[in-house]
């Protein structure tokens, strides 16, 4: 397995957490770390399924408040796995679309506020 910390390849098992998940040691940076470190579910005593619920709501529009009530969850869990999942989000999002090439722009949102704001459209002399 390659080491979550600093990426080096020679990892190795290093014993079990209290909560029965496998530990890793990397001789590189002389850290452990277990299997869920860097993921949604790392420090949280929440499950995958009350995970899937929170973000499932939360695409679909829900107000949080309403997520923490039918999810049985707090409302500061609820925003710290929205946090969580949007910052792993922006992770993937900044690594693999650096290298998208695209040949057009479309501006269409822009456009239709520029039009209602005629004013602002309007060329300078």
């Not at 098992?13 to 909560?19: Q, R």
């Not at 500061?76 to 695209?102: D, F, G, K």
Request: net charge positive; hydrophobic share 25%.
């Amino acid at each position: 397995m390659e080491c979550r910390l600093c990426g080096h390849p020679s990892t190795h098992k290093h014993g079990k957490a209290p909560n029965g998940s496998q530990r890793y040691f990397c001789p590189h940076c002389k850290q452990t770390f277990n299997e869920r470190f860097d993921t949604l579910y790392y420090h949280r005593h929440v499950s995958p399924e009350q995970i899937r619920q929170v973000l499932q709501g939360h695409s679909e529009g829900s107000s949080l408040r309403g997520i923490s009530r039918t999810s049985g969850l707090a409302y500061n869990t609820v925003v710290s796995i929205v946090r969580a999942a949007s910052q792993q989000a922006l992770l993937v999002h900044n690594a693999e679309v650096q290298s998208v090439r695209t040949q057009e722009v479309s501006g269409d949102e822009l456009w239709s506020f520029v039009s209602k704001n005629r004013s602002n459209a309007s060329p300078r002399n």
